[in-house]
C-alpha cells in the first residue's frame, strides 16, 4: 500500500489531475478521428487541412502535458504516485507525437497514395485512443475497475494486430516494391504509425498497474 | 543507504522475486540458444521449427514479467529498491524481445542467407545471457559480489564488441551491396540483433547499480 | 516540497555533485565543438583526427557518468532529488553517444560530402550543448533562475529548428537522390544529429523539472 492510498481517504477529491488526463486523451481521440478523416478521402486540399488540424491538436496535448507536470510540481499529494502520473502524461504525449508524426512524413515526403494497411494503422490507432479515454474516465472513482482492466486487454490486443498488419506490409514492400525510394518512404510511414500503438500500450501498462496498486 | 537495506535485516529472505528472475534468466538463455541454433542450420524446416520455440519462448518471458509486475504491487517491502526491480524485470523482457524480433524479421523478409556478422551477433547475445544468469543467481545472498561485477564487465565487453560487428558489417553493405532494398533488410536484422546486446548492457546496469546500493 | 528541500538547509553546500554535471556539461561544449570542426573542414586528415578527439571525449563523458552514479550510490541526501540527477546524468551521457554516433557513422560509411543540413544540425548541437552549460551552472544557487528557464527555452527552440533542418533535408533526399544506398547513408546521420539535439531537450527538461520543485 502506497502513502497516497493511506492519505486519499483524508484529502478532498482530485480536482487537477484527473480533469487534465480527461482532456488530454480527448483530445487523443480527436487526433485519431483527424488521421482517420485524412487518410480515407481522395480530396487532397481536405487532407492537407486535416493534417494541419493534427498539428493544431498536437500543440494542445502539448500544454495539456505541461499542466499536468505543473501540477505535479506543486502538489505534495496526488490521487495516484507521482511516478505513474508522470508516465501516463508522458505515454499520452508520445501517442500525440507519433500521430503528429506521422501525419507530417505523410504530407513531406509527398505520399498520396494511402494504402489499405496505412488506413488500417489509423484505424487501430483511434480505437485505442477511444479505449484509453474510457479507461481514464474510470479512474475519477474507482469503482468500475473491470471497464478499465477491459479497455487494456483490448489496446493490448489492438497492439498485437498493430504489429501483424506491420509486419505483413514491410514484408510485401520487401517483395514487391522494386523502387528502394519509395519502399524507404512507406517502411517509414508505417513505422511511425506502429509506433504510435506501441505508444498506447505503454499508457495502458501504466493504467494496470495504477489500478493494481489502488483498487 | 536504502530503507530496504534497513528492513532486509528483519525480513525472511525473499522466496519471491528471486526465483522469477532466476527463471527469467535461464529463459533468456534458451532464447539465446535456439536463435544460435537456428542461426547455424542450413536446414530450413528445423529453422523454422526454432524459430517457433523462440516465439513460445518469449511467450513464457512475458508471463513471468507479468509475474514480477503482480507480485511488485502486492509486496510493500521488496528485496531491493522497487524501481530496480521494475527495471530489472523491463530490461529482461526487453532482451527477449528484441531477439524473437530479430528471429521474426529473419523469417519474414524471407532472408536465409545468414552472414557472418549475423552468427557472431548471435553468438554474443547467448554469451551475455549466460553472463546475466550467472549474476543473477548472485543477488540472492550478495556474498560473491565479485561474480556479479565480473559478469557486468563482461556484459560491456560483450557490447562494445556486437557494436563493432555491427558498424563493420552496415559499412559493408553500404560498400558492396548494390541491391538498396537487400541492403535494407540486412541492416534491419542487423540492428534488431546489436539492439539486444544494448538491452543486456541496460541489465547490466541495473545489477551493478542494485549491487554498489546493497553491497 | 520534497525530502531534499527540507534537509538542504541542514547540510553544507554539495561538493559533489555540481562540480561533476559542470565538468559534464563543459565536455559537451568540447565535442559540439569538435564536430562543428570536424564538418566544416575539407581537410580529410584533420576531420580524422578531430573524429578521435570526439571518441577520447566521449570516453572522458562516460567516466564522469560513472563519477555520478557512484556518488548517487554512496551519498544519502543529494542536492536535488535522486531520480533527477540519474535522470539529468545520463541525459548529458545520452548527447555525448549521440555526438560520437554521428561522427562515427561519417566516418565509417565514408562519407566526405557534408552537406549544408549536417553542418546546420552540427552547430544547432553546439548551441543546445552552451546553453546547458550555462543552466548548469546556474544550479548550484537557484539565485538566477531565469538564466536556466531562458535557456531551457531556447534548447526547445533549438530543438525545433533542428527538426526542421531534418524534415527538410529528408523530404529533399526523397526528391533528388536517386542513388538509395546514398540516400539511405545520409539519412542515418542526419537522424543520429536530429536525435542529439533530441537528448538536448531532454536534459532541459529535467533542468526544468528540478526548478519548478527547488526555486
Known amino acids: 500500500m502506497s502513502l497516497n492510498s493511506i492519505f486519499q481517504y483524508f484529502i478532498p477529491k482530485d480536482k487537477k489531475f484527473f480533469p487534465l488526463f480527461e482532456k488530454d486523451s480527448a483530445n487523443l481521440i480527436s487526433l485519431g478521428e483527424k488521421l482517420v478523416e485524412a487518410l480515407n478521402t481522395e480530396d487532397l486540399t481536405r487532407r492537407k487541412e486535416l493534417f494541419k488540424d493534427i498539428e493544431d ?15 505535479l510540481s506543486k502538489n505534495f499529494i496526488t490521487p495516484f504516485d507521482r511516478e505513474d502520473i508522470h508516465r501516463l502524461a508522458s505515454a499520452l504525449d508520445d501517442i500525440a ?40 474516465h474510470e479512474l475519477r472513482d474507482l469503482k468500475n475497475v473491470r471497464i478499465i482492466a477491459d479497455s487494456c486487454v483490448r489496446i493490448n490486443s489492438i497492439e498485437n494486430q498493430a504489429d501483424y498488419v506491420f509486419d505483413k506490409a514491410v514484408s510485401e514492400l520487401f517483395m514487391y516494391e522494386k523502387d528502394a525510394v ?4 512507406y517502411k517509414e510511414i508505417l513505422s511511425a504509425l506502429e509506433d504510435a500503438t506501441d505508444m498506447c500500450e505503454d ?13
Chains 1, 2, 3 share one sequence.
Open 203 to 215: 499508457a495502458a501498462n501504466v493504467l494496470e498497474s495504477i489500478l493494481v496498486k489502488n483498487a
Open 182 to 185: 519509395k519502399l524507404i518512404k
Open 57 to 71: 491538436l498536437e500543440h494542445t496535448g502539448d500544454e495539456i502535458t505541461h499542466q499536468i507536470h505543473l501540477e
Open 97 to 136: 507525437d507519433y500521430i503528429h508524426g506521422s501525419a507530417s512524413r505523410i504530407d513531406l515526403y509527398q505520399v498520396t497514395e494511402i494504402t489499405p494497411p496505412i488506413k488500417e494503422l489509423a484505424s487501430l490507432i483511434l480505437q485505442a485512443c477511444q479505449d484509453l479515454n474510457k479507461a481514464i
